[in-house]
């Protein structure tokens, strides 16, 4: 969950060569870790004697959870197969459950335009597929304002007639989720945060916006409960069951960490340059899941990181944990660099091009 077009890129294997070099390195972002260190320990430091930002919820954007809401519908009704998934498995529950409120008329419009998102907005990927990065971006702008006129006319349209029916039947509730899990939430970011930030920061060698990132607090968001996209714009499922307690300490981590995928995957891709091999799916992810992971189970006692407890590394990524428990994990112990790490990593996992 990450930003949608650096996601589309690393979701497919790509061959480096040596021709390449060059464009790699102009593309870096960020400086020598090394040099990186200091400063990225100073910012802890700072944060910790300062109080700073870490994260700031925004609970009332009424047109952001009313989209998401008829965007998880709309798969349910398509028939798709993540409707299943933990995150979004109750939506259609809790949809009957306002219809109980409602007139038949209000009930027929409210199908209207659910049914008008499953044949257009819910067949695309929140995170992958233009236009709608940009449309969750706008409608977090519009918050609970009367007007819509940064997006599509016909989404606008679908939304004006949607909205005074989602204020009756679901609005109330759904709001007062958001409130109490951002709560909770902010207690344990106010507890722990400035460790798990201290952690990860100095694993990665970048750092973390002085203003902290904005967290959209959304009732649903998507299968995944969670995602991350491009202008910063972090969205968390108040109403997700991995999303609690301490599961949501180290998601809305895992989230943040996913504005760092463009560095990341430069660094890493450096590695791969020097072997000429084909750079391997999932890695940087499956870096975030360990590393999020680790960094709350220190703070946390007895927490079990995400991608164990819901198996994640079950879904075709077990290969990978084993090699992050070989190269990655003695980095975070304190041994070798982080670019020591990534090119043990990369070797440990990387694809030879095919043959021509």
Same mark, same amino acid.
């Given at each position: 969950?990450?930003?949608?077009?650096?996601?589309?890129?690393?979701?497919?294997?790509?061959?480096?060569?040596?021709?390449?070099?060059?464009?790699?390195?102009?593309?870096?972002?960020?400086? %020598?870790?090394?040099?990186?260190? @200091?400063?990225?320990?100073?910012?802890? +430091?700072?944060?910790? *004697?300062?109080? $700073?930002? /870490?994260?700031?919820?925004?609970?009332?954007?009424?047109?952001?959870?009313?989209?998401?809401?008829?965007?998880?519908?709309?798969?349910?009704?398509?028939?798709?197969?993540?409707?299943?998934?933990?995150?979004?498995?109750?939506?259609?529950?809790?949809?009957?459950?306002?219809?109980?409120?409602?007139?038949?008329?209000?009930?027929?419009?409210?199908?209207?335009?659910?049914?008008?998102?499953?044949?257009?907005?819910?067949?695309?990927?929140?995170?992958?597929?233009?236009?709608?990065?940009?449309?969750?971006?706008?409608?977090?702008?519009?918050?609970?304002?009367?007007?819509?006129?940064?997006?599509?006319?016909?989404?606008?349209?679908?939304?004006?007639?949607?909205?005074?029916?989602?204020?009756?039947?679901?609005?109330?509730?759904?709001?007062?989720? %958001?409130?109490?899990?951002?709560? @909770?939430?902010?207690?344990?970011?106010? +507890?722990?945060?400035? *460790?798990?930030? $201290?952690? /990860?920061?100095?694993?990665?060698?970048?750092?973390?916006?002085?203003?902290?990132?904005?967290?959209?607090?959304?009732?649903?968001?998507?299968?995944?409960?969670?995602?991350?996209?491009?202008?910063?714009?972090?969205?968390?499922?108040?109403?997700?069951?991995?999303?609690?307690?301490?599961?949501?300490?180290?998601?809305?981590?895992?989230?943040?960490?996913?504005?760092?995928?463009?560095?990341?995957?430069?660094?890493?891709?450096?590695?791969?340059?020097?072997?000429?091999?084909?750079?391997?799916?999932?890695?940087?992810?499956?870096?975030?899941?360990?590393?999020?992971?680790?960094?709350?189970?220190?703070?946390?006692?007895?927490?079990?990181?995400?991608?164990?407890?819901?198996?994640?590394?079950?879904?075709?990524?077990?290969?990978?944990?084993?090699?992050?428990?070989?190269?990655?994990?003695?980095?975070?112990?304190?041994?070798?660099?982080?670019?020591?790490?990534?090119? $043990?990593? /990369?070797?440990?996992?990387?694809?030879?091009?095919?043959?021509?």
């Amino acid at each position: 969950m990450k930003n949608g077009t650096l996601k589309l890129v690393c979701t497919t294997a790509i061959l480096f060569t040596t021709s390449l070099s060059v464009s790699a390195h102009s593309q870096l972002a960020f400086v %020598n870790p090394d040099s990186q260190r @200091a400063s990225t320990d100073e910012e802890a +430091r700072t944060r910790r *004697s300062r109080g $700073a930002t /870490i994260f700031v919820f925004h609970t009332d954007e009424f047109w952001l959870n009313l989209h998401h809401f008829l965007y998880v519908l709309g798969r349910a009704e398509n028939k798709e197969r993540d409707r299943s998934r933990e995150a979004v498995l109750a939506a259609p529950v809790d949809q009957e459950r306002g219809f109980e409120k409602l007139s038949d008329t209000d009930r027929k419009i409210w199908s209207a335009a659910v049914a008008s998102y499953a044949d257009g907005t819910s067949k695309k990927d929140l995170v992958f597929d233009d236009p709608l990065p940009a449309l969750t971006n706008a409608l977090a702008r519009a918050g609970d304002g009367k007007s819509l006129t940064e997006i599509d006319s016909a989404v606008a349209e679908i939304l004006q007639r949607a909205a005074p029916i989602y204020r009756r039947a679901w609005w109330k509730e759904q709001q007062e989720a %958001n409130r109490k899990w951002s709560k @909770a939430i902010q207690a344990l970011v106010d +507890r722990h945060g400035t *460790s798990v930030l $201290a952690f /990860i920061t100095n694993a990665y060698k970048l750092q973390w916006p002085a203003a902290g990132f904005p967290v959209h607090v959304s009732a649903y968001s998507n299968w995944a409960g969670a995602y991350s996209t491009s202008g910063n714009l972090l969205v968390m499922s108040s109403l997700a069951p991995g999303n609690q307690e301490a599961y949501g300490l180290e998601t809305i981590f895992h989230e943040g960490m996913h504005q760092w995928d463009e560095q990341v995957f430069a660094a890493l891709r450096e590695q791969a340059i020097k072997l000429n091999k084909f750079f391997p799916r999932g890695v940087s992810h499956s870096l975030i899941f360990f590393t999020a992971g680790e960094a709350v189970r220190r703070v946390v006692p007895g927490h079990v990181p995400y991608a164990e407890k819901f198996g994640v590394w079950q879904r075709g990524l077990g290969p990978m944990k084993v090699a992050l428990e070989e190269t990655w994990q003695p980095y975070l112990d304190g041994r070798g660099t982080r670019d020591e790490a990534f090119a $043990a990593l /990369i070797t440990r996992t990387a694809i030879d091009p095919p043959k021509k």
